[in-house]
């Protein structure tokens, strides 16, 4: 069993998500961390769609270039596949991003902070603002992302 430490960056078929690679690598390296990069596509609608195959090709090449391990999975349970993943890999830190505005946004990012959280031990989860609304950061622990209603 490796003790090194994990750093996971959930990412979705969005540009943004090169920030969250971008942070995600900046963590394992402050942390003498390893890299993964993770996508779980539910269902099968990325092969639908050329343009969205290539940028995912695109952010995974540049996760590598930044030392990452790239993963791509299938699933209907996105929020159960990445608990899987975590606890597969034993990761110890796990980087998302708000990826929609508005209410239902915040209770999508809320549900799978909340479920990763709760079905995880010892995790540090980083929630990465969007870009053009210069929102901070912030990260909570286990605890504090089970408070979270």
């Known amino acids: 069993m490796e003790n090194r430490e994990k750093v996971l ?3 979705t078929i969005q540009g943004n998500s090169r920030r969250l690679i971008e942070k995600g690598a900046k963590i394992a390296a402050e942390n003498d961390a390893k890299l993964h990069i993770l996508h779980v596509e539910k ?3 990325i092969f639908q769609n050329p343009e969205a195959a290539e940028l995912l090709e695109s952010l995974f090449e540049y996760g590598k270039e ?3 391990e790239v993963h791509f999975v299938s699933d209907q349970e996105v929020a159960k596949r990445i608990v899987s993943f975590i606890k597969e890999e034993e990761v110890s830190k796990v980087v998302l991003g ?3 505005r508005g209410k ?5 990012n809320k549900d799978i902070t909340k479920h990763i959280s709760k079905e995880t031990k010892d995790l540090e989860v980083l929630v990465i ?3 053009e609304e210069q929102k901070p950061s912030k990260t909570l622990t286990n605890q504090e992302a089970s408070h979270m209603a």
Not at 104 to 108: E, Q
């Open 9 to 11: 960056v959930c990412i």
């Open 43 to 45: 269902g099968m609608s």
């Open 66 to 68: 930044l030392g990452g």
């Open 98 to 100: 708000e990826t929609m």
């Open 104 to 108: 239902l946004s915040k209770m999508i």
């Open 129 to 131: 603002g969007r870009k």
